[in-house]
């Protein structure tokens, strides 16, 4: 008995305890047919548990999920799959060493005699590839090859490939590129149309309010309120989600100062391979400088080659008016650089070793007497580090897998900042993290530049370049098409620069 | 809607399928060329080179080596690594030399019930790896040792016998299989003619890898084997069935490992419970695996390539014959040649422009 008016999906009094801590708490919870419907909160707020129990990675302890009006319970996510529900992760489920088309039909590739019909797996493929824009993605090159915004489309083909009812997306556009996000907005208002239910999850109001038609804002493992896009105002929703009132978003900016001596970081004509084009640009002490643009357009392999990643770098780098030649990140590191990855899991963090020793990492020889480390050094390196961005944790010596992913990047930003930088570099450093602690993030940053520090600061987001930065430095093939500062950095002057598009013209006319 | 955005699809930038996949496949590529180079040599410097008695010679001095490296790829692209392929080899070299002579229906349920014995040690293999939970590298160190107590049961000492129709038929070329069994007017057939002088351990190479691992690599089962070494997480949330996989991968090893058993047995006509030697198989396996371009990490490469890679270490040692290199420098001589031939593969991290592809 099918009702078109009947929630397609139904919680009722879900909870879900993971050790002492409760995760969600007796939630219930709708989400109808034809509808794109956001879930809002902080990390922490019991989103992740929600999704990972309606799709069956993890089972609830208690309370009753409803599909289509029929009881159901998923042990794995195979049969959350069978019964229409599917999820695009945030942590990709793909598979690198596998082509792009054995991973998007990884569950049911098209067979004949039992065996997997390569070709017709590959036309399979480049149809749900086409169908989301991306015919550009050849099925036959491994995910490995491809890069993390092109992985990420992988990924939502591979959700497409089975045929949800149920869709969620978990962070699903924070790696894409903007035209990409366009054609994932796209695919969504027709699957809307068809009648699947989607499950929007995202920390960005502003794709929220492109797409959705309820929100439903959670916190602290309980579901809060559930209403129609437009009945709360913006501000109403934020204080919803963090539970008190928010003053300003963003720390104010000083006023520009008139720079003394060198500046702390001068590139000039920085070039690499086929990716970098001749970049000149400098950082002073005190400042927040942003880089900008389409994702891929260079600015990684800015920071990079900065960081002495890369091998081959052509041009001229100066700190502190001293040449910059680093062959690893090891000497980077010497010369009072840091990096904060894009990747925390990977590049950031070594996931099954301690808070305490992920936080030392970068800084073991200053904290080493001889060959040995200083144990009591070390813990108060590690006590203050806690301290000094309040990163919230049981013991120092748990797993830092265990964290929440806004804890976890504080450990990676505390660990570069016991290094003393006076450069800092940041690759998308708020990239899939609360509200909450972006703000402790954008604080840390100024009052960073403030006690000196250089900061050179990559980031997709375009509310935060304008909110944090002082200069913004707006990329496009591989060079620097515009350089932005203070009020003439706004989100209409970054997204036509980014475009290449040339306003200059009307603006100096 | 998929048709037209299809056509737009800039498919001349692609480039064309084989240069894809030479690309992918650069490592097996860097082994054929170490091959070609070794055996070439080899040939060229023997007295009797490239003809079919040394052809017929060293494709028996290839098989079961060959057998054992396929065996050892499937857990490894799983991966994970088998300690246990030699013990099994030598386990069932020993059940071979009681069962594989009388009758000719005795024969044949000889061979079947050696093939039946691999397979199911490889199978409790997978079944302490998947139910017991242990890491497969040390799961298989103490199966393998079990393996090698239950063969030295079989057989205390070397011995046993083998059908002597069956050793002379398997271990020379189609024409004297023909002949023992009466084939093709006992080999005559002018059509046979030009396939009669192909070694029969080549067939057999040839057999087990199209008729059992390339099916088994297009297979739900075989694609999940993969997923598994490339990153067991995703493959999980991709509802793929991991535990089948595993499963099938020691199983299959355990398939391949008989298969080089049995092959022993018929070619030596003896068991021997062999302890150094079937360790030695097992390192040897590992090295042919590493040698065909087969990550230990997992996820990628192929048994086939394993098989160049088991060429390439026999053709080493066969060039130890031509040169007369004395037997106390051999090991010193193979180990830096092998050394040699894997550090090929570490020559990625001079292109590479990123270091930082280097760790993934």
Redesign the interface.
């Known amino acids: 008995m099918q009702n078109e008016f009947a929630p397609f999906l139904t919680l009722t009094g879900i909870s879900k305890r993971y050790g002492g801590v409760r995760a969600l708490d007796g939630v219930t919870f709708a989400c109808g047919r034809g509808s794109i419907h956001a879930v809002l909160g902080e990390n922490g707020a019991g989103k992740s548990t929600l999704i990972k129990i309606v799709s069956g990675?993890v089972q609830p302890d208690e309370g009753l999920m409803r599909l289509d009006g029929r009881e159901v319970a998923f042990p794995?996510?195979?049969a959350a799959?069978r019964a229409g529900v599917v999820c695009v992760?945030q942590?990709?489920?793909?598979?690198?060493?596998?082509t792009v088309a054995?991973?998007i039909l990884?569950?049911d590739?098209p067979?004949r005699f039992?065996?997997?019909d390569?070709r017709a797996q590959r036309r399979r493929a480049?149809?749900?590839l086409?169908?989301i824009?991306c015919?550009?993605v050849?099925p036959?090159?491994?995910v490995?090859d491809l890069p993390l915004s092109r992985r990420q489309m992988v990924e939502i083909a591979?959700a497409l490939a089975k045929k949800p009812r149920l869709l969620i997306l978990d962070e699903a556009t924070s790696a894409l590129t903007a035209a990409d996000v366009e054609r994932v907005y796209a695919m969504l208002r027709r699957l809307k149309a068809d009648g699947v239910a989607i499950l929007y999850i995202s920390h960005r109001m502003h794709e929220i309010d492109a797409l959705a038609d309820t929100l439903s804002v959670f916190r602290n493992g309980r579901h809060i309120e559930t209403f129609a896009k437009g009945a709360r105002s913006p501000d109403r929703i934020v204080e919803l989600m963090i539970g008190r009132e928010i003053t300003a978003q963003y720390p104010p900016k000083p006023l520009p100062k008139e720079s003394v001596g060198p500046p702390r970081l001068d590139v000039r004509d920085l070039s690499?391979?086929e990716r970098l084009k001749g970049l000149s640009f400098s950082v002073g002490a005190g400042e927040i400088v942003g880089l900008g643009g389409l994702d891929g357009q260079g600015q990684k392999e800015v920071l990079?080659a900065l960081f002495?990643?890369?091998?081959?770098v052509g041009g001229t780098v100066t700190v502190d008016g001293r040449p910059h030649r680093p062959g690893?990140p090891a000497e980077a590191k010497d010369g009072g650089l840091a990096l904060i990855p894009e990747d925390r899991k990977t590049?950031g963090l070594m996931l099954p070793m301690s808070i305490a020793d992920n936080l030392v990492a970068a800084s073991l020889k200053p904290l080493s007497k001889g060959l040995v480390i200083d144990r009591a050094k070390e813990r108060a390196a590690v006590a203050d580090a806690v301290r000094r961005l309040r990163i919230k944790i049981g013991s120092a010596e748990d797993a830092v897998s265990t964290l929440s992913g806004g804890n976890q990047q504080k450990v990676v930003i505390a660990k570069w900042l016991m290094t003393g930088p006076g450069l800092i570099l940041l690759n998308d450093p708020t990239r899939g993290i609360d509200v909450g602690t972006k703000q402790e993030i954008y604080r840390l940053l100024r009052d960073l530049a403030d006690g000196g520090a250089a900061i050179l600061f990559y980031s997709t987001d375009y509310d935060e370049l304008i909110g944090c930065c002082d200069r913004v430095s707006v990329m496009y093939d591989g060079r620097i098409v515009r350089e932005l500062e203070g009020d003439a950095i706004t989100e209409q002057a970054i997204v036509a620069s980014a475009l290449n598009m040339n306003t200059e013209m009307t603006h100096h006319g | 809607m998929a048709d037209a955005a299809l056509s737009t699809a800039p498919r001349a930038a692609r480039g064309g399928s084989l240069a894809l996949r030479l690309r992918q496949n650069a490592g097996l590529l860097g082994a054929i060329g170490l091959f070609v180079l070794f055996y070439g040599v080899y040939n060229l410097y023997h007295p009797r080179g490239f003809s079919q008695q040394v052809l017929i010679q060293n494709a028996n001095e290839v098989f079961t080596i060959a057998l054992v490296a396929m065996a050892q790829t499937v857990p490894v692209i799983l991966g994970g690594l088998d300690l246990s392929v030699g013990a099994v080899m030598t386990l069932v070299n020993c059940l071979a030399s009681h069962l594989v002579t009388g009758s000719a229906g005795e024969i044949a349920l000889g061979i079947l019930a050696c093939l039946a014995a691999g397979t199911a040690f490889g199978f409790l293999n997978g079944c302490v790896v998947v139910f017991g939970r242990i890491q497969p590298i040390i799961a298989t160190l103490a199966t393998g040792a079990i393996a090698i107590g239950l063969a030295l049961f079989l057989r205390p000492k070397p011995g046993g016998k083998l059908d002597a129709d069956l050793s002379w038929a398997m271990t020379n070329s189609l024409g004297d299989f023909a002949e023992t069994y009466g084939l093709f007017d006992g080999g005559q057939a002018p059509w046979f003619q030009p396939i009669a002088g192909i070694p029969v351990p080549l067939v057999l190479l040839v057999l087990v890898a199209v008729c059992v691992w390339m099916p088994f690599r297009r297979t739900l089962t075989g694609r999940t084997v993969y997923a598994v070494g490339s990153a067991e997480g995703a493959a999980f949330m991709s509802g793929l069935p991991i535990a089948r996989a595993k499963l099938a991968a020691f199983t299959l090893a355990g398939f391949f490992a008989g298969v080089g058993g049995l092959f022993l047995a018929i070619q030596t006509s003896t068991g021997n419970a062999d302890i150094p030697q079937a360790g030695a198989y097992t390192l040897n396996s590992i090295a042919a695996v590493v040698i065909g371009g087969t990550s230990l990490l997992g996820g990628t490469g192929g048994a086939v390539a394993s098989v160049v890679g088991a060429l390439v270490l026999r053709a080493i040692s066969f060039n130890f014959r031509i040169f007369d290199i004395p037997p106390l420098m051999q090991p010193l001589v193979e180990g830096l040649v092998l050394l040699a031939a894997v550090s090929l593969g570490a020559l990625r991290a001079l292109r590479t422009r990123n270091r930082l592809e280097l760790f993934r």
Do not use: H, Q, T
Not at chain 1, 92 to 97: I, N, T, V
Not at chain 1, 308 to 312: A, I
């Open positions: 990675v794995n996510p195979a799959n992760f942590e990709l489920s793909l598979m690198p060493d596998l054995d991973n990884a569950a590739p067979r039992g065996l997997i390569g480049e149809e749900l086409a169908s824009g015919a550009d050849d036959r090159l491994r490995r591979k690499w391979g990079l002495g990643v890369l091998k081959g690893s590049e």
